[in-house]
């Protein structure tokens, strides 16, 4: 297994750069001993909160704090994400542990927290170069990732402190109607489709299906894969948003980030997960290897994978709202507001269709 499919920071970003003096003298105060090497590069993949690669003395770390610019605060809760993986780690291996947290602003600019590295495979659009395409791996990855995810819906929620966490009750419908405002805070343009979808979601949501630790932004992307074996899951990203509430829900956003062959050319184009082809199960299949590695029923399979695509486009036009506003100038945002179009229409032809 090729060295060079382990997943690598580059130089950060111009208007996204840390101050490396302020976070070397933070970092002496942290080990207690002063740092004479500090280097710091980014990971520029995501669209959410930032993360960065920190070397100290030749030691690895990851470093993550909220974006620039305005932005909703409990949706960048270093403190909660922190604390979350601060007791997770031990109940589940796949959680990088939490190392430090600082809340001081004047820091770095906002409040950061420090964990260890998941160093190993991650697979996003298109399969790292050199590896080969073939239809039993993208089975082999689609699966891992349901399988994980079925994991994480089993961790015992005592050992990994989180017993507390959340209000499952009354779940389904406050993400129904909080998504739903967050997409109005953000709005910028009239979009028929989200109404239609929003109102559809409302009218047909579910009783609580369960309780469990769930990730809320669980996919491809967010996996860590072991370089020497592609079915063995080292590490899970971007806990940010991690609860206790109804698994189904999970479910339901990896679903809006699974595309299958048959899905809009439109849809297919956007960078939402791995482009399919020979080999990549649909999504009725993803959910029918869910029930077997979760012992749970998915009664209302279409519901949830609606919901998944309406947050998405939420979380887009969230994306896209700071580039409208000047509050970053990276141009991946700026195309969002065409995605939030795409996956909205996309919804409404699935409502009408009634599957999967």
């Given amino acids: 297994m090729s060295d060079e499919w382990i997943d690598r920071a580059e130089a950060p970003r111009d208007s996204e750069r840390l101050e490396v003096e302020r976070l070397t003298a933070w970092l002496a105060d942290h080990f207690g001993t002063a740092a004479t090497d500090v280097g710091v590069q ?5 669209h959410s909160n930032l993360t960065y690669l920190v070397t100290v003395d030749g030691a690895e770390y990851v470093l ?3 974006p620039y610019g305005q ?9 909660r994400e922190y604390r979350i ?6 109940a589940y291996a796949p959680a990088p542990r939490a190392l430090a947290y600082c809340e001081d602003a004047d820091v ?14 991650i697979v996003r659009k298109r399969l790292p170069e050199g590896l080969d395409d073939t239809p039993a791996l993208r089975e082999q990855l689609v699966y891992t990732v349901v399988d994980e995810l079925a994991r994480v819906h089993a961790v015992d929620l005592d050992a990994a402190g989180l017993a507390g966490v959340g209000r499952p009750e009354g779940y389904v419908e406050r993400q129904i109607s909080g998504w739903t405002r967050r997409y109005e805070r953000a ?5 028929a489709d989200v109404d239609t979808v929003a109102q559809w979601l ?9 309780v469990a630790l769930i990730h809320n932004d669980f996919k491809l992307d967010n996996v860590v894969l072991d370089p020497s074996d592609l079915s063995r899951v080292v590490g899970v990203l971007d806990w940010e948003m991690a609860t206790v509430a109804d698994p189904l829900m999970d479910l339901g956003t990896t679903l809006g980030y699974h595309a299958q062959p048959d899905d809009p050319p439109a849809l297919l184009a956007m960078p939402i997960g791995l482009t399919p082809a020979a080999g990549t199960p649909t999504r009725a299949e993803v959910v029918a290897r869910y029930e077997a590695a979760s012992g749970r029923t998915v009664e209302h399979p279409v519901f949830y994978y609606v919901y998944g695509l309406f947050k998405i486009a939420v979380v887009a036009q969230q994306i896209y709202v700071r580039f409208h506003t000047g509050k970053t100038d990276d141009p991946r945002f700026g195309a969002m507001i065409m995605g939030v179009h795409m996956l909205m229409a996309h919804a409404t032809q699935v409502i009408d269709r009634g599957r999967l």
């Fill in 42 to 46: 980014q990971f520029r993949k995501g």
């Fill in 64 to 66: 993550r704090r909220p």
């Fill in 71 to 79: 932005h909703a605060a409990t949706a960048h809760d270093m403190g």
């Fill in 85 to 90: 993986l601060s007791g997770l780690h031990a």
């Fill in 108 to 121: 770095l600019g906002a409040p950061f927290f420090l964990m260890e590295r998941k160093r190993g495979v």
């Fill in 187 to 191: 709005k910028t343009h009239d979009i």
């Fill in 202 to 210: 409302a009218a047909e949501a579910p009783s609580e299906s369960g």
